[in-house]
T-cell receptor, first 115, second 115 residues
Framework: GAVVSQHPSRVICKSGTSVKIECRSL??????MFWYRQFPKQSLMLMAT?????????EQGVEKDKFLINHASLTLSTLTVTSAHPEDSSFYIC???????????FGPGTRLTVT | DQQVKQNSPSLSVQEGRISILNCDYT??????FLWYKKYPAEGPTFLIS?????DKNEDGRFTVFLNKSAKHLSLHIVPSQPGDSAVYFC??????????????FGKGTLLTVNP
């Protein structure tokens, strides 16, 4: 089956620092990956669509300069939360689109806590 | 405005009985629907999907029903097992007319199956 990993699984950082989260498709190539954010007891909110070799497409209301996305290879996309603040604390989940099945497969998520 | 709605935040069912999870949508462009299962601090796991050209899709204990005229879908789990206890998310996408595979999620329903 299609496996997606995320690293780190949880991270605590100080306000004002930047944090990078990696999303990898382990057994398939993904030209498209997605980044979501989930608040407690809330839905998964799509933040951006990451396309290999091109700029990410951000959803309305998501600051592209704050949430930097890089999709440098067919198996890796990174999300960097720049100048993090406590309100950025959340559960960040990525998914990778598998063209073999036309389905999205999700990573295990990253819990970010900004102190 | 929420385009995918799961109006029941929680559902409790006895082991062996049927679990019925409901989902409504408002966007008539949605033509592909999915159900995901999610445990706390983990990414969603794909369960079952249905295209708008069908009204039913079955996979083992899981069956999804789609009523396009009512913009309503439901997930039936029978027989329910304690291991089914998790949050279930309904998701929708508008696949026709392009390569847009973005997912819009509902807020989820917490299913508890009691032994």
């Amino acid at each position: 089956g299609a496996v997606v990993s995320q690293h780190p699984s949880r991270v605590i950082c100080k306000s004002g620092t930047s944090v990078k989260i990696e999303c990898r498709s382990l057994d398939f190539q993904a030209t498209t990956m997605f980044w979501y954010r989930q608040f407690p007891k809330q839905s998964l909110m799509l933040m951006a669509t990451s396309n290999e070799g091109s700029k990410a497409t951000y959803e309305q209301g998501v600051e592209k300069d704050k949430f930097l996305i890089n999709h440098a290879s067919l198996t890796l996309s990174t999300l960097t939360v720049t100048s993090a603040h406590p309100e950025d604390s959340s559960f960040y989940i990525c998914s990778a689109f598998d063209v073999r099945s036309y389905e999205q497969y999700f990573g295990p998520g990253t819990r970010l806590t900004v102190t | 405005d929420q385009q995918v709605k799961q109006n029941s935040p929680s559902l409790s069912v006895q082991e062996g009985r049927i679990s019925i999870l409901n989902c409504d949508y408002t966007n008539s462009m949605f033509d592909y629907f999915l159900w995901y299962k999610k445990y706390p601090a983990e990414g969603p796991t794909f369960l079952i999907s249905i295209s708008s050209i069908k009204d039913k899709n079955e996979d083992g204990r899981f069956t999804v029903f789609l009523n396009k005229s009512a913009k309503h879908l439901s997930l039936h789990i029978v027989p329910s097992q304690p291991g089914d206890s998790a949050v279930y998310f309904c998701a929708a996408s508008a696949r026709s007319g392009g390569s847009n595979y973005k997912l819009t999620f509902g807020k989820g329903t917490l299913l508890t199956v009691n032994p």
